[in-house]
T-cell receptor, first 114, second 110 residues
Framework: EAGVAQSPRYKIIEKRQSVAFWCNPI?????LYWYQQILGQGPKLLIQ????????DSQLPKDRFSAERLKGVDSTLKIQPAKLEDSAVYLC????????????FGPGTRLTVL | KQEVTQIPAALSVPEGENLVLNCSFT??????LQWFRQDPGKGLTSLLL?????REQTSGRLNASLDKSSGRSTLYIAASQPGDSATYLC?????????FGQGTELSVKP
């Protein structure tokens, strides 16, 4: 069974530029999560999708971050414009139905904002 | 608001030692607690999951305990090996969400 796929693996941009990350969850998983992990900290949930609907985006900085999951499968997370403090690893995870079940994590995208 | 804390932030031990990693949480109303391993440049790998009704779980050289009343969990690693070097994260599941501690970076020296 293929795991959660993410791309790109690494990205370096200048502040005020835009960037987008892509995630393909495990086939059949209804729930998809995006986490932000700043160096030395644990992952923090940014947004949770159930199929193509948003369940929780309370910690997503909506003035600069946006995410979509149009067909209930792949998802894209965008930052526009990026700030220095956005430098982090962005992790995508998926689970079967989101009701307390196991989350499976992708390898992450490491973003550096200069 | 649930807060998860892990102590120590970093730990270095010689190969062969038994060691304990600590995790504490402020709200005991959790669904379960999980321990993850994170290698540099990699995602998170689930090691052990303890349901809120359980006291411990074991997998090979790993044993995790849970004491909900005191808000504590420990991860015991027996006979540590250099391949165990990684960051270990604990997370509680509450309201359908994973809430993570900041991790303990473990280094096992040959």
């Amino acid at each position: 069974e293929a795991g959660v796929a993410q791309s790109p693996r690494y990205k370096i941009i200048e502040k005020r530029q835009s960037v987008a990350f892509w995630c393909n969850p495990i086939s059949g998983h209804a729930t998809l999560y995006w986490y932000q992990q700043i160096l030395g900290q644990g992952p923090k949930l940014l947004i949770q999708f159930q199929n193509n609907g948003v369940v929780d985006d309370s910690q997503l900085p909506k003035d600069r971050f946006s995410a979509e999951r149009l067909k209930g499968v792949d998802s894209t997370l965008k930052i526009q414009p990026a700030k220095l403090e956005d430098s982090a690893v962005y992790l995508c995870a998926s689970s079967l139905d989101g009701t307390e079940d196991t989350q499976y994590f992708g390898p992450g995208t490491r973003l550096t904002v200069l | 608001k649930q807060e998860v804390t892990q102590i120590p932030a970093a730990l270095s031990v010689p190969e062969g030692e038994n060691l304990v990693l600590n995790c504490s949480f402020t709200d005991s109303a959790i669904y379960n607690l999980q321990w993850f391993r994170q290698d540099p440049g990699k995602g998170l790998t689930s090691l052990l999951l303890i349901q809120s009704s359980q006291r411990e779980q074991t997998s090979g050289r790993l044993n995790a305990s849970l004491d909900k009343s005191s808000g504590r969990s420990t991860l015991y690693i027996a006979a540590s090996q250099p391949g165990d070097s990684a960051t270990y994260l604990c997370a509680v599941v509450q309201g359908g969400k994973l809430i993570f501690g900041q991790g303990t970076e473990l280094s096992v020296k040959p």
